[in-house]
């Protein structure tokens, strides 16, 4: 385990108080993943904590379900999973040898980004700690040229390089922070 358990407790903690507060007529609204709804987004999140967890225990990402809003749950599981020492060690057949560190560190940017997806969806504020900015910006950095062409993040979006590190992460993971709905 290392520094990334604690940022991913917090993360899941307040990605979960944001999905708790989501009303049903808010989950059609669009977000800035052009492909996913409020609704389809959460249940990608969902998904993805299901596999993290599976992924902590040496198993691969289970296949797609239907939306069941039960992310807060998913994700307590997830952590659970990340909290035994073992899921830190050595790499994932699954994803192609990946170290488990990064997987980590995919997971925490996975919860984050997504959050501040639903919360720009939504019109609310999402606060993002200076200790996972700067996690997730060096992993934007360090993962765009392994991310060329794949469909989990779009194509980089130009942010000015005085920008805010969150706003410069966000657009190295393909979103325009100055999206609106």
């Known amino acids: 385990m290392n520094e990334t358990l604690p940022l991913l407790r917090l993360a899941a903690e307040r990605t979960s108080t944001l999905v708790r507060s989501l009303s049903d007529d808010q989950l059609a609204l669009p977000t800035p993943c052009s492909e996913y709804d409020v609704k389809e987004l959460l ?37 659970k999973a990340w909290d035994r020492p073992q899921a830190w060690e050595g790499t ?50 360090e993962s765009a040229p392994m991310r060329k062409g794949s469909a989990a993040f779009g194509d980089p979006v130009e942010v000015p390089a005085d920008a805010p590190a969150f706003d410069r992460a966000v657009g190295l993971l393909g979103r325009d922070p100055a999206w609106t709905p």
């Open 43 to 79: 249940n990608h999140l969902e998904w993805a904590m299901s596999g993290f967890e599976s992924l902590a225990g040496g198993g691969g990402f289970p296949p797609p379900k239907e939306y069941t809003g039960d992310f807060p749950e998913r994700a307590e599981r997830a952590l």
């Open 92 to 141: 994932s057949e699954a994803l192609h040898g990946l170290p488990m560190i990064m997987i980590a560190k995919m997971f925490l940017v996975d919860v984050v980004v997504h959050a501040w997806d639903l919360s720009k969806s939504v019109g609310r504020p999402f606060e993002v700690d200076d200790e996972t900015v700067a996690a997730i910006l060096a992993f934007a950095e």
